[in-house]
């Protein structure tokens, strides 16, 4: 089920600062995107259908094959950015957005700076200027030390114009760079809409909110010191291309729109809280995402046999949900009835089409309230199994490691502690609980050889772990 982690509100009149984001984690170090502080929030829902949107756009981008992550961000602002094979999206975006074709044009947007190689082409940018920048640096400091070798004020002042002008030439070269990146990604975008057989419009629909809310800030942006061209250009520039297109008029299948209501409905009750989900709700009266709202609002902010008896009701309208039985798990948790949620998770597991390794996690964490030895081995495996599917989900680790203690398996415990803290981007301890699994296990093994290859794991020799 979605965490819910405090939110990070975005003001409008921050709308380009925001999306000048992606260039800046662009040129950052591809690590783990928890060990980067970026709030990632993780739902199996949310992210089975976000895969949904981008894979057909990633098969038309030559990108399928990439191991492409898609990470998502708790931000309110409308935002998506790219670092090395992860696609990063804000929940603002996705609660704002209400078509699924407005965040499949932000992902065909995105892919198409990975299949670009924006990112590197970025770098590249970013060492020219540097040169450019120290260039005229040691110009003007030159024209310093000549001026003060004639007593020459003018030269001396001369050289500290280069010397400055140096440095404002080099950004401005790297953010006319970036703009002419930004503007070929929105034709690629169109490229693979148009091969999906997808409508354009929804990228319009967005770039006009972007103008909107630039306007009501009242901010006054000098469009040369932006990485992002001026969304009135973006609109201009595009506008043709999407009307030319076949697919200008089609909109999406009603049960993607459907699910797409869904998820809007979920960030707004477990992100935003019961007011603001109950303003999205009212917006959609009588429709399943409502009642799906309604039942995860009960839930959190009312009672529980309420919420389970509006859940159980969505479960016989899509007895085949996976995550109506996976909120109905939740709710059997918190009526404290352990083996009722493990009933519940397991049937999630067997209906989940994306796989996803959330939910096996959730039904380990089930079993381990059971509390016998029998439900206790039976949470191992299952714990495992999730994190087979999902090798980053560090708090699963931690759970694992208290399934392994209670069994009073101590070594698999330390393991499975250096796992949560390697995940998490803190290598240090990591490397601490391996060497005491270690202690404990026979040498060679496998989980030995496991413990190894974190305690001799740096960023810079990248050993994979994955």
């Known amino acids: 089920m979605l965490s819910r982690p405090r939110s990070t509100i975005a003001q409008a009149a921050r709308v380009f600062a925001t999306l000048s984001l992606g260039a800046v984690v662009a040129v950052a170090s591809s690590v783990s995107a928890f060990a980067q502080n970026v709030p990632v929030i993780r739902d199996a829902e949310i992210e089975a259908l976000v895969r949904d949107y981008a894979r057909p756009i990633f098969k038309a981008a030559g990108l399928a094959n990439d191991g492409i992550d898609i990470v998502l961000v708790n931000d309110q602002s409308f935002n998506a950015f790219v670092t090395g094979r992860r696609l990063f999206i804000n929940t603002g975006a996705l609660m704002t957005a209400e078509t699924p074709n407005e965040i499949i044009g932000v992902i065909a947007h995105e892919a198409g700076h990975i299949a670009g190689g924006h990112q590197q082409k970025l770098r590249d940018q970013l060492e020219r200027a540097k040169t450019m920048a120290i260039i005229a640096t040691l110009l003007g400091a030159g024209a310093i030390a000549a001026g003060a070798a004639t007593n020459s004020r003018g030269l001396a002042g001369a050289g500290m114009g280069v010397a400055a002008g140096g440095g404002e030439m080099a950004q401005r070269s790297i953010l006319a760079y970036q ?252 490397k601490i609980f391996a060497m005491r699994a270690q202690q404990q296990m026979k040498r060679g093994e496998p989980r030995w050889l496991r413990a190894q290859d974190i305690i001799n794991y740096t960023p810079s020799n990248k050993i994979k772990i994955k």
Not at 196 to 209: D, I, N
Not at 213 to 219: I, N, R, T, V
Not at 403 to 418: H, K, R
Request: proline share 5%; charged share 20%; glycine share 8%.
């Open 179 to 430: 703009r002419t990146e930004e503007m070929t990604a929105d034709r690629s975008a169109i490229t693979y809409l148009n091969a999906t057989g997808q409508s354009g419009m929804g990228m319009l629909k967005t770039f006009h909110r972007f103008q909107t809310a630039l306007s009501l800030s009242g901010a006054q942006v000098d469009p040369y010191r932006i990485s992002h061209p001026m969304p009135q250009d973006r609109i201009a520039n595009l506008e043709v291309l999407v009307k030319q297109s076949p697919y200008v008029d089609k909109i999406d299948p009603p049960a993607l729109q459907q699910r797409h209501d869904m998820m809007r409905v979920k960030i707004a009750v477990y992100m935003d809280g019961q007011a603001a989900a109950s303003r999205l709700i009212r917006k959609m009266p009588g429709s399943l995402a409502a009642q799906y709202g309604d039942a995860q609002a009960t839930y959190l902010f009312g009672d529980i046999a309420t919420a389970l008896a509006k859940t159980n009701a969505l479960i016989k309208t899509q007895p085949k949900n996976a995550y109506f039985q996976e909120l109905r798990g939740d709710i059997l948790m918190k009526a404290n009835r352990p083996k009722d949620a493990a009933d519940a998770y397991a049937k999630a597991v067997s209906l989940d089409p994306a796989r996803s390794g959330l939910l096996p996690v959730s039904w380990g964490q089930a079993l381990m309230a059971i509390g016998t030895p029998d439900s206790l081995k039976k949470a191992v495996v299952q714990i495992n199994n999730g994190l087979g599917r999902d090798k980053e989900n560090s708090a699963g680790y931690r759970y694992l490691a208290q399934a392994y203690g209670e069994l009073g398996d101590i070594p698999g415990a330390e393991l499975a502690t250096a796992e949560g803290h390697f995940y998490s981007g803190n290598y240090k301890d990591a």
